[in-house]
């Protein structure tokens, strides 16, 4: 027979957790304002809540933390990640930040005005929160089959192109500063874009004389699903992949947490000096010198690392195909989920799950909440909560998905684990029918309310 793939890890060192009864789960989600950020991660068994900064280093990363380079200007570590970053994206130009949205907001600031359209996929809601706090908007132009979680589109990450070229065509260059492109698309579901979507993308902006940025927070999974789906590349080493698409654009935004298998960092990595001036100048006066730009020496090293190890092949297989192993799980129970699995998370289909709550009464918040109730697991709403509300009308924006993201942090959990999440919604699933009523706000905050808001029960 074939051999599965195994991880191309064992495992060094481990931590406990540890389980809790309904009770203590009914009480504790009740004091934290049915807000699971509230929790504290004692109170929950498996976390979910995002696959950010909370996954396991190597230990070739943990030595080269050992051999970081703390000083203040020009160290090694630098001097390392800087290379690395240029030859795995193959931009010339490097500034390092503590995190992705401080990528966003060193780039923003530098190239971001009031009054301009950024157009993308689907911006993830930091980067769309960096825009509209400038007073600017952002635009998706999400294709619309990723807007149906039935249809096994195998690039639902991609972009509209004519939603893209209506945009273009209807506002002035000057006011279009770039398109963003977001590799993969979580906000779509941790959806891949193609290669062939990311050229068409990339020559319409050269029509348009439009630069093309990446959102590369996932980049390395988005390379993986290239090579899985797409023809022409089936052969090609992960690394050459992201070579060739990175080389469509003009830099990027990283959230070293995701891909770059750490627990803080991120960097903006572009092309043009004049833009690499500018943006450098925000860099000194957010996040630290340029060659630290809010991260430590051994932070910087261990990025270094993490970023060669997660275009490896073999850890991408394992990684991916866990999360489609929890996939299919869900799935054989009936469960609504989106198709096809996302590289960093199962989106569960709220709307479809929990048909008797209306989404004024934040249906995948219900969900996440009764998950947690139920097995102490901790995923995130991707709902109406999130999408919060217009900045002119200030109604609450409903968007096309409401869903719960389960997001596996990277070489983590185990299969049993896997295993353990699926059953849990099941259970939840087979009672679903008794759950009638939701949830209303009683406190939010004027931007990215989901982090802070406050619910009770109706
Ligand atoms: N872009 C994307 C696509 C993201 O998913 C995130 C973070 C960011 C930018 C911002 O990066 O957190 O390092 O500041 N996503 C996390 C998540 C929070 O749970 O999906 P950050």
Known sequence: MELPYAEPFKIKMVEPIKNSTKEQRLQWIKEANYNLFNLTSDKVFIDLLTDSGTGAMSDRQWSEMMLGDESYAGSSSFIKLKNTVKKITGFEYFLPTHQGRAAENVLFSALVKEGDIVPGNSHFDTTKGHIEFRKAKAVDCTIKEAFDTTINHPFKGNLDLTLLEAVFKKTPKEKIPFVVVTVTCNTAGGQPVSMENIKAVSALCKKYEIPLYFDAARFAENAYFIKK?????????????????????????????KDGLVNMGGFVALNNEEVFKKAMVFNIMFEGFITYGGMNGRDMGALSVGLDEATEYTYLESRVEQVAFLGEKITSYGIPVQQPFGGHAIFVDATKFLPNIPREQFTAQTLAIELYIEGGIRGVEIGTILADRDPETRENRYPELESVRLAIPRRTYTDNHMNYIAAVLKNVYDKRNEIISGYQIVDEAPIMRHFTVKLEKI
């Open 229 to 257: 789906r797409e023809k022409g590349y089936e052969h090609k080493p992960i690394k050459e992949i992201c070579k060739e698409f990175f080389a469509y654009g003009d830099g990027m935004t990283m959230s070293a947490k």
